[in-house]
């Protein structure tokens, strides 16, 4: 098993320029996540789905949209980018319908935007 | 509003003896507490889950306690190893919203020979 995968793991932006990040996960878990982690301020969360077809907002959602597209992907998108976006974006899963509340990440996407 | 706290100066222990991390949380009650492993440059790996309704809880060389009085979590590594040395992380979670994990900032952790 893979596990959580990230794709990309580097990317570069320029201002108001857009991307998409793409993560998936082959554990069968329902509830998939998307935090933002900065030096000094944790890992925070940005968006997650419970199950396939939902999505929630989480701590900090401004300049976000987020696909659940299967059980498997769940994408982020940045339509603007901004200087302030520039960060280490992680993608995680889990399962706790089952009881099962811990949560595994993907190796991450590096993000810089000038 | 739900805060949490780790130490944010890293902890530089001598191999062999026991690591003590701390994490505390204010203004909420956590249905259960995680803490997970970050080396650099990668995303944080599960090392264990402890539940309100237990006092501690054990993994190898791992222990961890959770005092809901205090609002306090223990991680402890005994005979600790250079191995050992990452940020750790705890995650206290609330019983308003057991899906979502809250994280702290971490604490650096430095095992030197």
């Known amino acids: 098993n893979a596990g959580v995968t990230q794709t990309p793991k580097f990317q570069v932006l320029k201002t108001g320029q857009s991307m998409t990040l793409q993560c998936a996960q082959d554990m069968n878990h329902n509830s998939m996540y998307w935090y933002r982690q900065d030096p000094g301020m944790g890992l925070r969360l940005i968006y997650y789905s419970a199950s396939e077809g939902t999505t929630d907002k989480g701590e900090v959602p401004n300049g976000y949209n987020v696909s659940r597209l299967n059980k498997r992907e769940f994408s982020l998108r940045l339509e603007s980018a901004a200087p302030s976006q520039t960060s280490v974006y992680f993608c995680?899963?889990?399962?706790?319908?089952?009881?099962?509340?811990?949560?595994?990440f993907g190796p991450g996407t590096r993000l810089t935007v000038t | 509003s739900q805060k949490i706290e780790q130490n944010s100066e890293a902890l530089n222990i001598q191999e062999g003896k026991t690591a003590t991390l701390t994490c505390n949380y204010t203004n909420y009650s956590p249905a259960y507490l995680q803490w997970y492993r970050q080396d650099p440059g990668r995303g944080p790996v599960f090392l264990l889950l402890i539940r309100e309704n237990e006092k501690e809880k054990r993994k190898e060389r791992l222990k961890v306690t959770f005092d809901t009085t205090l609002k306090q979590s223990l991680f402890h590594i005994t005979a600790s190893q250079p191995a050992d040395s990452a940020t750790y992380l705890c995650a206290p979670t609330p019983w308003s919203n057991t899906d979502k994990l809250i994280f702290g900032t971490g604490t650096r952790l430095q095992v030197f020979p």
């Open positions: 995680a899963s889990s399962a706790p319908g089952s009881g099962s509340y811990e949560q595994y």
